[in-house]
């Protein structure tokens, strides 16, 4: 794959993000674009490096979350992502979702 069509499938992973406007595992992206998820994998963890996806754990950013019993994303399978919070960002409340939070937080 060239760097042109990396940067390009990079750049559609992001905007499917900010459409979806919730986090999405890595299995839904793979049957999105097609693609092996291995594939995908490789290019999230290049996302996350370059500081634009955060990965969601149960000890890690979703280990603080009051929402997590009514959560849709934990039970996704395959690894767990979304767009790295902004400043300011803060945590669901009880009945919030990550992608309402990220919206209100946004300036």
């Known amino acids: 794959m060239s760097g042109a069509q990396k940067t390009s499938i990079l750049a559609q992973i992001l905007t ?3 459409r979806e406007q919730r986090p999405l595992s890595s299995r839904e992206l793979a049957s999105t674009f097609s ?8 290019m999230l963890e290049t996302l ?19 929402a997590q019993s009514l959560c849709i994303v934990l039970p996704l399978e395959g690894r767990r992502f979304c767009l790295v919070p902004q400043e ?16 209100r937080d946004r300036p």
């Open 35 to 42: 693609k092996d998820i291995a594939v995908v994998d490789g």
């Open 16 to 18: 499917e993000f900010d």
């Open 48 to 66: 996350v490096r370059s500081g634009r996806l955060v990965e969601l754990e149960h000890n890690g950013l979703c280990g603080r979350c009051p």
């Open 88 to 103: 300011g960002w803060e945590l669901p409340d009880e009945y919030g979702t990550c992608g309402e939070a990220r919206d």
